[in-house]
């Protein structure tokens, strides 16, 4: 039976914690993760001498491995500590402060690829997830190629209190016994909530400050066909490439890969 527990509307709450302005900097210096390389090696096509769209790009740590190689390329974020650092690193590329409810505006049909990495769609409520999807699909060109993250359902870990991380090294020890993350936890776990076909966590993220949806790979690709597109790959977190029945207990998020098809009549 589904637990419901406390309002779902975490995404403002989100959205804050990139404000901090100890993160821009942090994110900056971080590359590619072991499946975004091998999406980028595997679909690079998609990007190639076209038009793509970069959501929730922070600091631009995408931005470097994906700007120079298209025709257009525009990130979006709500946060302009993030972008201030991306715009300074990437002059040429084209930085939107944007909430990303509001991506429609720009423009149907506008790009041939879209990035959302680092699980930014888990950031939002089911039903405004369900509507980025819409908005996503919207926004591509016939064939045009998706790829995003999210937060595994079927992860060992995932619903768990702050000391299913318990365990070496030190430094996991510590984050697993840290006052701050036993606090927030405690303070942000009436915002669970699980359903049949989704949960979500507040989750070890930022000291368990974040709230995040949580879907299995049948469920996001039922959702991905509803909203007109065709599944073509899905990565481990170590970038392995998953076939039908493969175990995902030890990834804390899945990656998808889609091209956007004609919606259902």
């Not at 049909?109 to 888990?122: K, P, R, T, Y």
């Not at 993350?181 to 974040?210: I, K, P, Q, T």
């Not at 049948?218 to 175990?247: H, K, M, S, V």
């Amino acid at each position: 039976m589904a637990r419901t527990a406390g309002p779902l509307d975490t995404t403002g709450h989100n959205a804050s914690i990139f404000f901090d302005p100890k993160l821009p900097q942090y994110y900056a210096g971080l590359g590619l993760k072991p499946a975004e390389a091998t999406f980028r090696s595997r679909h690079g096509e998609a990007w190639h001498n076209k038009a793509l769209l970069d959501l929730g790009v922070g600091s631009g740590r995408t931005t470097r491995f994906f700007a120079a190689e298209t025709a257009h390329y525009v990130g979006v974020d709500i946060s302009e500590p993030m972008l201030a650092v991306a715009r300074a690193a990437f002059p040429t590329a084209t930085f939107l402060q944007m909430d990303l409810r509001a991506i429609a505006a720009l423009g149907k049909e506008s790009f041939d690829c879209v990035l959302g990495a680092f699980g930014i769609l888990s950031a939002f409520t089911p039903a405004e997830r369900l509507q980025l999807l819409a908005d996503i699909h919207a926004l591509l060109t016939p064939g045009g190629i998706f790829y995003f993250s999210v937060h595994n359902r079927e992860w060992r870990r995932a619903g768990k209190t702050p000391l299913a991380n318990f365990g070496w090294p030190p430094r996991r020890m510590a984050g697993a016994l840290n006052p701050i993350s036993w606090s927030n936890y405690l303070r942000l776990r009436h915002l669970r909530r699980e359903e049949a076909d989704y949960a979500v966590f507040n989750d070890l993220a930022h000291h368990w400050r974040g709230v995040f949806y949580y879907i299995d790979r049948a469920a996001q690709q039922r959702q991905l066909e509803a909203a007109g597109f065709t599944l073509l790959d899905t990565y481990g977190d170590d970038g392995r490439l998953l076939g039908p029945g493969d175990d995902v207990s030890a990834d804390g998020m899945l990656h998808y890969v889609c091209m956007k098809a004609e919606r259902p009549a």
